[in-house]
């Protein structure tokens, strides 16, 4: 980007000396345009590309940014800036040099969770043990969160009546650990912990790291950043949007800067592109209420007048997620320009479904997404199979969806395959070694550890007879708790194996699999469970919907695999940027943290009442007043023309009256002497 585009303050900051610099770039005030104007400046000074590192906080950020920079410098020389998010650029460098299996916190949490159900807790106090999907959580907050604090220590700070359960924990986490090492398996945690140790390895050096969305920082990621420790760093970031607490971002890195860099040179970013005077008037008398890190004032250019922020009130809950519909359907805005922005995830629900009613098209993020649906997680697993039939994880997912085997048993399955298989789990299913009689292993006594004996004797496989001839003599169907289900699913997985090659391009996989018993009895199981009425029954109307929200979700996931010709790179692209892909056109529907970086000409903040936002539970579990302020400071600044806030005074079906939230109060939207 020229620099004659940039404004004085973001010219002075692109031109900053070599060093340890941050600039402190609050909503809409061109933290792109400044990110992209140093680039260029680096690239002018006779900088290589190659000696740049760009990390951004979404790998969409990352491309927006190099398509800029497309726009004044040959594209050859663009490719050569490594740029993308933490996780990103460390997989890239990883995968070149070490046979890793990236694998998302959902798939591994089923491999996890079959190592934590062989474990008993005895003698347990009144406070019960974590949950498996729980202790992963934690697991991964503590990766991220410290770096020379050990696991007990952490625990014992952060809630010492788990103190009875860390052994057990330490011990499932190392028997994980290792299993990983074994299958090449990754998560986001270890592509950070293996690059960091690949960087002192092979010395990497960068001459400029830039850091965009600096406030979001963890301990984990900054700990990169001291290891690669550049001659000049650029960070950019604004304190009052840090809102990633949750999953370790610390405040502090971003707080602390001047005393780290004595150094260092701090540069702010005032003026406000984005939204209008009165919103930003309205978000900052919110923020104010925050202690104050780095001064800062902030200018607004825009100066059509759009109106004021408005606060919308009902009488009842629904009766606000009904109405706001109603207005977006008066609105004569295009839908994507629209969105309407949520705290809790039971808010968005509700929209959904008022919008739905009225023939109103929506996109929501920040819920379940399409990516992390139970059928799309099942597709990409069985492609995953193909790909690689040493994948243990797919393969217990994949089980653990049968009727009558859980994640233990798939567990047990898979190592009986491997058994049989010499090694290869495909081949334990299509030509398995029958002269072992035998395949279950006796489970080693530990009690200390949790874990307890449970031997048990072989079944007898002639019960499975009348399966596919050449699969119903398998070793593997002795496991005495295996149902004529069980059976009856392994037997289509057999014919899966035997249908379906490496070779296969990924849309052509897709269409045929979903024709298949193995993904049809699941879907079909997937729909039962979500149509399932208060009395137990199946309500067949719910039931076929489910089915075709199913099938649609098919075809789009066919449509993004027609853009790879190998099935390994179709799902890499599935996992490294399912975050940041979305289903469907419509209404924006977004929490706060999926709104953030985002603008629309209108915004609509729901259910703005006490306890709910500011979230008074999760303040309870860690969080704070001042981060849920931030969260609606993130909020408000998304919003350029017109903004509307909203709450209701009861839940009707709950029974309870509500207050408006501190934040309308603080915003002056409400007033002590007119409380509801």
């Known amino acids: 980007m020229p620099l004659s585009k940039l404004n004085e303050q973001q010219r002075e900051a692109t031109l900053a000396p070599s060093g340890y610099n941050l600039i402190i770039a609050s909503a809409g005030t061109g933290k792109t345009s400044t990110i992209v104007g140093r680039i260029s400046y680096l690239l002018e000074s006779g900088i290589l590309p190659s000696e740049i590192l760009l990390l951004t906080f979404t790998n969409k950020a990352a491309q927006e940014m190099l398509k800029r920079l497309e726009l004044r410098f040959d594209s050859k020389i663009v490719k050569e800036i490594e740029?993308?998010?933490?996780?990103?650029?460390?997989?890239?460098?990883?995968?070149?040099k070490n046979s890793i299996i990236l694998k998302q916190p959902r798939e591994l949490k089923v491999l996890f969770k079959s190592l934590y159900d062989k474990r008993v807790f005895l003698n347990a106090t009144q406070t019960p043990p974590y949950g498996a999907n729980y202790l992963y959580d934690t697991f991964s907050l503590f990766q991220n969160a410290t770096i020379s604090e050990d696991f007990a220590s952490w625990i014992q700070r952060k809630n010492a009546e788990q103190m009875p359960y860390v052994e057990i924990y330490l011990d499932v986490w190392e028997e994980f650990r290792e299993l990983k090492k074994q299958y090449h398996y990754a998560d986001y945690n270890d592509l950070l912990i293996f690059y960091k140790e690949e960087i002192l390895q092979d010395r990497l050096s960068f001459k400029e790291v830039l850091v965009d969305e600096y406030q979001d920082t963890n301990p984990l990621q900054d700990s990169i950043l001291q290891t690669l420790n550049p001659p000049s760093i650029f960070c950019v970031g604004d304190y009052d949007?840090?809102?990633?607490?949750?999953?370790?971002?610390?405040?502090?890195?971003?707080?602390?800067?001047?005393?780290?860099?004595?150094?260092?040179?701090i540069y702010s970013l005032t003026k406000n592109y984005r939204s209008s005077a009165s919103i930003l008037n309205l978000a900052n008398r919110v923020i104010e209420k925050n202690?104050?890190?780095?001064?800062?004032?902030?200018?607004?250019?825009?100066?059509?007048?759009?109106?004021?922020?408005?606060?919308?009130?009902?009488?009842?809950?629904?009766?606000?997620?009904?109405?706001?519909?109603?207005?977006?359907?008066?609105?004569?805005?295009?839908?994507?320009?629209?969105?309407?922005?949520?705290?809790?995830?039971?808010?968005?629900?509700?929209?959904?479904?008022?919008?739905?009613?009225?023939?109103?098209?929506?996109?929501?993020?920040?819920?379940?997404?399409?990516?992390?649906?139970?059928?799309?997680?099942y597709i990409l697993n069985l492609c995953s199979l193909l790909y690689n039939p040493r994948d243990m994880m797919s393969f217990i997912h994949i089980l653990s969806h049968a009727k009558?085997?859980?994640?233990?048993?798939?567990?047990?399955?898979?190592?009986?395959?491997?058994?049989?298989?010499?090694?290869?789990?495909?081949?334990?299913?299509?030509?398995?070694?029958?002269?072992?009689?035998?395949?279950?292993?006796?489970?080693?006594?530990?009690?200390?550890?949790?874990?307890?004996?449970e031997f048990f004797a072989m079944g007898n496989i002639e019960r499975f007879s009348y399966l596919e001839s050449d699969f119903r003599e398998n070793p593997i169907l002795s496991h005495p708790?295996?149902?004529?289900?069980?059976?009856?699913?392994?037997?289509?997985?057999?014919?899966?194996?035997?249908?379906?090659?490496?070779?296969?391009?990924?849309?052509?996989?897709?269409?045929?699999?979903?024709?298949?018993?193995?993904?049809?009895?699941?879907?079909?199981?997937?729909?039962?469970?979500r149509s399932i009425t208060k009395e137990g029954g199946i309500n067949e109307e719910k039931y076929q919907e489910s089915l075709e929200r199913i099938d649609r979700k098919m075809q789009l996931l066919q449509d993004l695999a027609s853009h790879y010709q190998e099935i390994g790179r179709f799902l890499n692209a599935m996992i490294?940027?399912?975050?940041?892909?979305?289903?469907?056109?419509?209404?924006?529907?977004?929490?706060?943290?999926?709104s953030k970086g985002l603008e629309f000409s209108e915004v609509y903040i729901v259910d703005l009442m006490e306890g709910r936002f500011p979230n008074k539970k999760l303040m309870n579990q860690g969080g704070s007043l001042e981060e849920e302020r931030r969260l609606f400071y993130v909020a408000v600044t998304r919003a350029k023309e017109n903004l509307y806030l909203s709450y209701a005074k009861k839940d009707v079906m709950k029974n309870l009256s509500y207050e408006g939230s501190i934040f309308l109060y603080e915003a002056g939207l409400l007033h002590k002497d007119n409380k509801n």
Do not use: C, W
Request: proline share 4%; no cysteine; hydrophobic share 40%.
């Open 576 to 594: 490294l940027g399912s975050s940041e892909m979305s289903e469907g056109e419509g209404v924006n529907l977004l929490s706060i943290h999926a």
């Open 291 to 377: 202690p104050r890190i780095y001064p800062k004032t902030l200018e607004v250019v825009k100066t059509q007048n759009f109106g004021m922020p408005t606060l919308l009130v009902y009488d009842e809950l629904f009766l606000q997620y009904q109405g706001i519909a109603n207005k977006i359907k008066l609105s004569n805005r295009p839908y994507g320009d629209v969105a309407v922005i949520f705290r809790n995830n039971s808010s968005a629900d509700g929209i959904e479904a008022s919008l739905r009613e009225i023939g109103i098209p929506s996109r929501r993020k920040g819920g379940v997404s399409f990516f992390d649906s139970k059928e799309v997680v």
């Open 241 to 265: 949007q840090s809102i990633y607490a949750f999953n370790g971002a610390d405040i502090s890195i971003i707080g602390s800067f001047k005393e780290r860099y004595p150094n260092g040179n």
């Open 83 to 96: 740029a993308g998010t933490f996780h990103a650029v460390a997989y890239r460098y990883l995968k070149n």
């Open 481 to 529: 708790k295996l149902t004529k289900e069980g059976a009856e699913f392994l037997n289509s997985l057999y014919v899966f194996f035997e249908s379906f090659g490496v070779s296969d391009k990924p849309t052509f996989l897709i269409s045929k699999i979903i024709q298949l018993p193995i993904f049809k009895r699941v879907a079909q199981k997937f729909a039962k469970e």
């Open 404 to 453: 009558g085997i859980g994640n233990a048993m798939a567990k047990d399955i898979y190592e009986a395959l491997l058994l049989v298989g010499g090694g290869n789990a495909v081949k334990g299913l299509l030509n398995p070694d029958k002269s072992i009689k035998e395949p279950y292993k006796r489970r080693v006594q530990n009690t200390q550890l949790g874990l307890f004996d």
